[in-house]
């Protein structure tokens, strides 16, 4: 079983930056995926971001060049820097682990708005 806890979420003005945190605890091994998807109400959930282990990294289109996913082995930790925000990336983002199960933290909220 693996917990994962978001931080960081908040409001911030278009063009601003955000940079969530996801700690995973639990039955954690060596080889795994973390990311984070988003939802907006209404809305399906979608991919934001992906990395493995070894730090291989996967965007969506609408945030390449300005989300950055990062992760912390030895914490147990991902990260994604958010800069240049737009009012579409508002939305509850989640956190996401995969191993042998798929695990998803509660999310937080992200508004970009003047």
């Known amino acids: 079983q693996v917990q994962l806890v978001e931080s960081g979420g908040g409001l911030v003005q278009p063009g601003g930056s955000l940079r969530l945190s996801c700690v995973a605890s639990g039955s954690i091994y060596g080889f795994n995926t973390m990311g984070w998807y988003r939802q907006a109400p209404g809305k399906q959930r979608e991919l934001v971001a992906t990395?493995?282990?070894?730090?291989?990294?996967n965007y969506a289109d609408s945030v390449k060049g300005r989300f950055t996913i990062s992760r912390d082995n030895a914490k147990n930790t991902v990260y994604l820097q958010m800069n240049s925000l737009k009012p579409e990336d508002t939305a509850v983002y989640y956190c996401?682990?995969?191993?042998?199960?798929?695990?998803w933290g509660q999310g937080t909220q992200v508004t970009v708005s003047s």
């Open positions: 990395i493995s282990t070894f730090a291989s990294a």
């Open positions: 996401y682990y995969r191993q042998n199960n798929d695990y």
